[in-house]
């Protein structure tokens, strides 16, 4: 759902849109079977795959049928931000997809404090003054000031849950939970998060050898 990414309204819209033919082997979006219906923000689990969080439709008494199609240039999917939905693997020898995330809320509506940063700038700091730097026209900068929208602070729990989940299965073993931990520890090294990341990691491995050598 992407609502625990982006947050705000719970009615917000997300846009999806391949960028050329998109056919089932490249990998297109793929939603559950009557999932825009659920109307409320179900448990997530830690997932290695995009956004690190999924759904478990079984433990909703959800439908397990996926839907997708062989998408074409010019095509869009739109669905609310409750939606569950998912990208399929790419089989294809040796294309790449490349599509389009666009997010729609009506003007004037809450916004999450983290929607007003640029994009991923929690894990490699960035300002708006360094975006616009080499900007032109100063007309578009900083708009979304004029619609007066609300700020609402990030609700961190979605993630910090997945966090615990992949370092408990980190120290039981598990391989996905510590390529999780790796991902974080690297490409965050100077977050909160990240640092405990790679703290639980050397702990891993301290313990790890100190089996070896008993």
Request: charged fraction near 25%; glycine fraction near 6%.
């Amino acid at each position: 759902q992407d609502f625990v990414h982006f947050q705000g309204p719970e009615d917000n819209l997300t846009c999806w849109t391949p960028v050329g033919d998109c056919p089932r082997e490249l990998g297109g979006l793929a939603v559950l079977r009557g999932s825009h219906k659920v109307g409320r923000v179900l448990q997530h689990r830690f997932s290695l795959g995009a956004g690190s969080l999924h759904v478990e439709p079984s433990e909703h008494d959800l439908s397990d049928e996926w839907r997708t199609t062989d998408y074409q240039v010019g095509d869009a999917l739109i669905f609310p931000f409750l939606t569950i939905h998912k990208a399929l693997p790419n089989v294809s020898a040796d294309r790449l997809r490349v599509s389009l995330d666009n997010r729609y809320q009506r003007a004037g509506d809450p916004i999450a404090d983290h929607m007003l940063m640029p994009h991923l700038s929690s894990m490699s700091p960035l300002t708006w003054e360094e975006v616009y730097a080499d900007w032109q026209d100063d007309a578009w900068q900083y708009y979304w000031r004029a619609y007066e929208s609300p700020v609402w602070p990030k609700i961190t729990h979605y993630m910090e849950q997945a966090f615990d989940q992949a370092a408990d299965l980190a120290r039981q073993g598990d391989a996905r939970g510590r390529l999780h931990l790796h991902r974080i520890a690297t490409r965050d090294a100077m977050s909160e998060q990240g640092q405990a990341a790679a703290t639980i990691l050397a702990e891993i491995d301290s313990a790890s050898a100190g089996r070896v050598v008993d």
